[in-house]
């Protein structure tokens, strides 16, 4: 079945530390992918997206390139903030029909520290 | 655009009780999204909407637990009668088509 598996938490950086958040999915045709940031006491945003085979999306300096080659959408960004602290879920739809039903990995708790 | 819009934002009730919670998607969109949230479960999707239609009520939890879609701009999803288990934040999100979804704030249940 389609599902989505991202790396366990919590991860624990200081300020300014390089951040990788492995996402891989499973899935029949050709998903969309997606990385969401929950703040805490707040709903889910979006973060970013990438719709395509290759895609780079990016958004308040994170990165995600989705790479078919290996079933990965990986979160990266160069230089953490402790207002990034908060959980991030990595999901993917479209493979089923024409609805746009969202499968959520389990979501990874940051905690970046001054 | 105000985003999806949630109330109450917070809901503390006794056992037994009915509860009633609302949302008002983004204007256009086709979707409707209800979800749940808790520590031990994660998000789990409970049900959704396409065109005020409902779907996919596999997620809905047994039949305490229903929802409506009465026109495109509101819906509710009503727990009668709720029970201590049934606490957690409830999520209602909207989208168009094979695009993202925009999540509400959330609705913090207590059932006490």
Known sequence: ?????????????????????????TATGYPSLFWY??????????????????????????????RKE???????????????????F???????????KLIFGAGTRLAVHP | DAGVIQSPRHEVTEMGQEV??????ISGHDYLFWYRQTMMRGLELLIYFNNNVPIDDSGMPEDRFSAKMPNASFSTLKIQPSEP????????????????????????????
């Open chain 1, 1 to 25: 079945g389609n599902s989505v598996t991202q790396m366990e938490g919590p991860v624990t950086l200081s300020e300014e530390a390089f951040l990788t958040i492995n996402c891989t999915y």
């Open chain 1, 37 to 66: 940031v929950q703040y805490p006491g707040e709903g889910l945003q979006l973060l970013l997206k990438a719709t395509k085979a290759d895609d780079k999306g990016s958004n308040k300096g994170f990165e995600a390139t989705y």
């Open chain 1, 70 to 88: 290996t079933t990965s959408f990986h979160l990266e960004k160069g230089s953490v903030q402790v207002s990034d602290s908060a959980v991030y």
């Open chain 1, 90 to 100: 990595c999901a993917l739809a479209g493979v089923s029909g024409g609805y746009n």
């Open chain 2, 20 to 25: 009633t919670l609302r949302c008002k998607p």
């Open chain 2, 85 to 112: 288990r049934d606490s957690a934040v409830y999520f209602c999100a909207s989208g168009q088509g094979r695009h993202e979804q925009y999540f509400g704030p959330g609705t913090r249940l207590t059932v006490t």
